[in-house]
């Protein structure tokens, strides 16, 4: 393909454009028929993984898999590889690639990095909150609705967190459910995602937020916030507590 706008529909395909950039790229693959067509080949691979059967690898080859992998992201693929990958005859090559990493599950850097990013993206874009409620009986049933998971909501406000509603969002591939809450002027965000077998990171600051991770049942949570030490351990002991 000779478009030179390919890698823009690349990342519209990915969920990875949104505002402005996201309704430029619709109207540009609108008129292309280039654009149209890689996108109608993204669908057809797509499909046919989700008919393949998969089976669970070993944890001898996840654990192999997953330091290759963590080991090559640390190098910059050249332009060139995207522009080929993004190619009629690359396709299937990377559907293949994209399918491996929805198999294994994420690395401890890669969660602590995309909660962190998630977050602060929420924070400067404006869009912390879709459903705005501090009633527990609102919040719960719109993230089930929305994604798919009903992980516990409570209120903590008699402990100074207040809830303030919810959104969807992504951790590393995953869809997320996100409680969120207000603790004076600032915000927590607790996600929640099925499980994956990943193992999970302990607690880390990263570009200003502290996080933490834990499981509970068939779900992942990770709190995020930039509130002092001794609150965010306050919080994050109150939402490990919480019950169905």
């Not at 332009?79 to 190619?87: D, I, K």
């Amino acid at each position: 393909m000779s478009c030179d706008r390919i890698l823009i529909t690349q990342s519209l395909l990915d969920g990875e454009l949104n505002g402005i950039a996201a309704e430029e790229a619709e109207r540009h693959m609108e008129s292309c028929l280039e654009c149209q067509a890689f996108a109608a080949d993204i669908a057809h691979v797509s499909d046919a993984l989700g008919e393949t059967t998969r089976h669970r690898a070993p944890a001898v080859l996840k654990a192999r898999v997953a330091g290759a992998l963590e080991r090559e992201s640390r190098h910059r693929m050249p332009r060139g590889f995207w522009l080929g990958a993004a190619s009629g005859g690359g396709v299937m090559a990377l559907a293949a690639a994209l399918a491996l990493f929805v198999v294994l599950p994420p690395s401890a850097n890669t969660l602590v990095l995309s909660i962190a990013e998630a977050h602060g993206r929420a924070l400067t874009s404006g869009t912390t909150i879709a459903v705005v409620s501090n009633d527990h009986h609102t919040v719960k049933p719109w993230l089930a609705a929305h994604v798919a998971i009903s992980p516990p909501v409570t209120d903590f406000e008699d402990q100074g967190f207040v809830l303030t509603g919810g959104r969807s969002d992504e951790v590393a591939g995953a869809r997320a459910a996100v409680t969120v809450y207000s603790y004076g002027k600032h915000e927590i965000d607790l996600f929640a995602w099925p499980d994956r077998g990943a193992t999970l990171p302990g607690p880390d600051i990263v570009r200003g937020f502290r996080v933490a991770f834990w499981k509970s049942g068939d779900l992942d949570y990770a709190a995020v916030s930039d509130i002092d030490a001794a609150a965010f351990a306050k919080f994050t002991g109150l939402a490990r507590a919480q019950r169905e």
